[in-house]
């Protein structure tokens, strides 16, 4: 899984005005990111909105991102759901579409034992002959699993890595030192990218890799390279951009700011935040300081 590295936006879903997925923004969106440095996609995460989405919605996305790339670069469908027999036919499909791993969130809202969740993760890992990628958002999904469970991920056939969505760069070491080095973790707060690598992340998910790609594929050179000062100076520079980004939805946000770089990707799904004139012209302002534009 060496492709399975470097700077990978977490996609944000190209609606049409209908609402509809946009085939040819999807295209459009897409090349840009590779142009700018992108190492890979993950789709229909949280900054997809898959949770939002009709299964089928999810498919098409993967389908045509699957075209359009054409194995250039590694994509990650992210198949999380609630119920697992959801999860198992997005695998499938995902494998029967090519693509190069899938990912889940721990199943949410309910509170499962973490025998379940595990049997939940089994379950993906034994329905398609396709790696799988854990996804560790006790944030977002309310649930906290122990760096022995995963562990035991870890050891399943088919399970190789895990995204790790917290800033406890702590926990996420302990994660790595049990799982041994053949474990791929992923690094999910873009804010703390370069302490995520710093600790042993191989790559890094997110979000505002949809609109500052060059910037963070910039910085992950430079981190290879061991030019830690260099990197450390544009980890600063996008914290600058993310600090504005959270006084609002950051799907919103980026949304917005793709759409002043002419790439027009619609509005997010309710009940994500809807952008007021005053809202956009904000966003307009800050782009503008910070040489989107
Ligand atoms: C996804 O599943 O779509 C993401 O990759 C989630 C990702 O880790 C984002 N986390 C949250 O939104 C909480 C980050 O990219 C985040 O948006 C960014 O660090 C700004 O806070």
């Known amino acids: 899984y060496a492709n399975l590295q470097g700077i990978i936006p977490a996609l944000i879903t190209p609606y049409g005005a209908d609402g509809k997925i ?21 789709l229909s995460g949280s900054t997809g909105e898959g949770f939002m989405q009709t299964i089928e919605e999810r498919q098409y996305l993967l389908e045509i991102v699957m075209d359009e790339v054409k194995k250039e670069v590694p994509v990650i469908a992210h198949v999380g759901a ?6 198992v036919r997005l695998t499938r499909h995902a494998h029967d579409t090519g693509a190069t791993a899938v990912s889940a969130v721990t199943p949410f809202y309910y509170k499962h034992g973490s025998e379940q969740i595990k049997r939940h993760y089994i379950d993906i890992a034994e329905a398609a002959d396709i790696p799988l990628i854990a996804y560790h958002f006790p944030d977002m999904t309310g649930s906290k699993q122990s760096a022995d469970f995963y562990r035991e991920l870890s050891r399943v056939e088919g399970i190789i890595g ?12 302990q994660i790595m030192d049990v799982c041994g080095e053949d474990f791929l973790v992923f690094n ?18 997110g979000s505002t890799y949809n609109i500052m790609p060059a910037k963070f594929a910039e910085l992950y050179k430079l981190f290879r390279q061991g030019k830690i000062a260099e990197a450390r100076a544009i980890q600063y520079e996008v914290n600058r951009v993310i600090h504005e980004l959270l006084k609002y939805d950051f799907i919103a946000f980026e949304r ?3 759409r002043l770089q002419g790439i027009d990707t619609g509005v997010p799904r309710k009940p994500i935040q809807q952008l007021t004139d005053a809202q956009r012209a904000d966003i307009y302002e800050t782009a503008k300081r910070f040489s989107f534009l």
């Open 22 to 42: 946009s085939d040819p923004v999807t295209r459009q969106l897409v090349r840009h990111l590779i142009a700018q440095g992108a190492s890979g996609f993950y």
């Open 82 to 87: 609630m119920d697992t027999d959801t999860a």
């Open 162 to 173: 895990l995204k790790f969505t917290s800033t406890n760069v702590y926990e996420m070491q």
């Open 188 to 205: 999910g707060p873009d804010e703390i990218c370069l302490a995520g690598l710093t600790m042993g992340a191989v790559g890094a998910i």
């Open 256 to 258: 917005e700011i793709l």
